[in-house]
């Protein structure tokens, strides 16, 4: 990712000993979920524990409610990852998308910007990447997609792309660098 920053970080996590009441709520919520700790987009995000306490109960059903199948999820964070050039989101998802069955060249590719050599990611790659380029889809991308997956995984697909791509844009904001993950290692 060539993302430009800044010489420190513009939003970083609120100091502990100033966190509110929500704030402090808000924090542990995500700790205690399947998360497991505060990291990534919530750092910023707990500067707004009501924006905060929404947005990560939407992540945590995409991630891990969702009937949308682990492989197509992942691969579709990849794609918001690579559009928004965004290195945590990209960092964080690639072993986690590798680990769903996510080919190494279809990792590239969508590193890239280009088409996936498996052949079922096509339909997903063609409309998700129109859908970032344009904030629409054309009936011939829809097509595909909607004969692959069952109208509540697409509706599904489209709130990962949102997801993902509202935390994209407050991590780039933020300039928040990628730092270490649950499992203390860099993600």
Do not use: C
Not at 4 to 25: C, F, H, L, Y
């Amino acid at each position: 990712m060539s993302q430009e920053t800044t010489s420190q970080v513009r939003i970083g996590m609120p100091e502990r000993k100033n966190w509110s009441d929500a704030q402090s709520e808000a924090a542990a919520s995500v700790a205690s979920g399947p998360r497991g700790a505060l990291y990534g987009p919530f750092k910023p995000l707990l500067h707004s524990p009501g924006l905060m306490g929404p947005l990560q109960d939407t992540g945590a059903y995409l991630r891990y409610g969702s009937e949308l199948p682990r492989r197509y999820f992942e691969y579709v964070v990849l794609l918001v990852a690579a559009h928004w050039d965004q290195p945590f989101e990209w960092a964080h998802h690639e072993p986690l998308a590798r680990a769903a069955g996510v080919t190494d060249e279809d990792v590239r590719s969508a590193r890239a910007g280009t088409q996936p050599a498996s052949d079922d990611l096509v339909p997903l790659h063609d409309m998700v990447t129109e859908l970032l380029r344009t904030g629409r889809v054309s009936s011939h991308r829809f097509a595909p997609v909607e004969s692959l997956l069952s109208s509540s995984k697409l509706i599904d697909l489209l709130g990962t792309v949102g997801y993902y791509t509202s935390l994209a844009l407050i991590m780039n904001v933020a300039d928040a660098p990628v730092t270490a993950g649950p499992s203390g290692s860099t993600p």
